[in-house]
């Protein structure tokens, strides 16, 4: 069984347009997470929820909003897409606290606008 | 602020041995270790928190200086498997989340 995932796998889509990403995790973990790895490999987090609660948005822009229907799904839906906004985005899920727990990662979802 | 790693990259033939690096500028109270394969998701290796504890792979060894703010990765006897690119997450007293380094490419060739 898979421990996070994510869909889409891949997006491709037009500038300007609005797209979802879906995550779920299966191992009755409390805290979710959001990460962007952009084209240099750098892993930027981006949202935390706890318990479906917000607990870490790292000014991200507003064009960007997580939702939490419970707590084993966390999505990301992102407005009037842009250039910058290409990348690879990883949900993640932890047992607790971010600093002191392993981090189990998805599959991660590569967007492309174009 | 990133936790900066070092080397950026590194070559290796099997059964030689690395020694990864993370930097941060920051006090921390914990460091995780992750790999990350082409095309794949990061995958952990171990944490280690202030005051000694450790949690992790029994292959993998790591140590972490609380007062110098760093944390090394020891990898011995490389095999082909550990190729990627290695990233040390950073946790800070007061925060909730892990900030990344900017990563060590390691690629260990038969």
């Known amino acids: 069984d898979t421990a996070v995932s994510q869909t889409p796998k891949y997006l491709v889509t037009q500038m300007g347009n609005d797209k979802s990403i879906k995550c779920e995790q299966n191992?009755?973990?409390?805290?979710m997470y959001w990460y962007k790895q952009d084209s240099k490999k750098f892993l930027k987090i981006m949202f935390s929820y706890n318990n479906k609660e917000l607990i870490i948005n790292e000014t991200v822009p507003n064009r960007f909003s997580p939702k939490s229907p419970d707590k084993a799904h966390l999505n990301l839906h992102i407005n009037s897409l842009e250039l910058g906004d290409s990348a690879v985005y990883f949900c993640?899920?932890?047992?607790?606290?971010?600093?002191?727990?392993?981090?189990?990662f998805g599959p991660g979802t590569r967007l492309t606008v174009l | 602020q990133q936790p900066v790693q070092s080397p950026q990259a590194v070559i290796l033939r099997e059964g030689e041995d690395a020694v990864i690096n993370c930097s941060s500028s920051k006090a921390l109270y914990s460091v995780h270790w992750y790999r990350q394969k082409h095309g794949e998701a990061p995958v952990f290796l171990m944490i280690l928190l202030k005051g000694g504890e450790q949690k992790g792979h029994e292959k993998i060894s790591a140590s972490f200086n609380e007062k110098k703010q760093q944390s090394s990765l020891y990898l011995t006897a490389s095999q082909l498997s550990y190729s990627g690119t290695y990233f040390c997450g950073t946790g800070a007293g007061g925060t909730n989340k892990l900030i990344f380094g900017t990563g060590t490419l390691l690629a260990v060739q038969p």
């Open positions: 993640a899920s932890s047992l607790g606290l971010a600093g002191v727990n392993e981090q189990f």
């Open positions: 191992l009755g973990h409390d805290t």
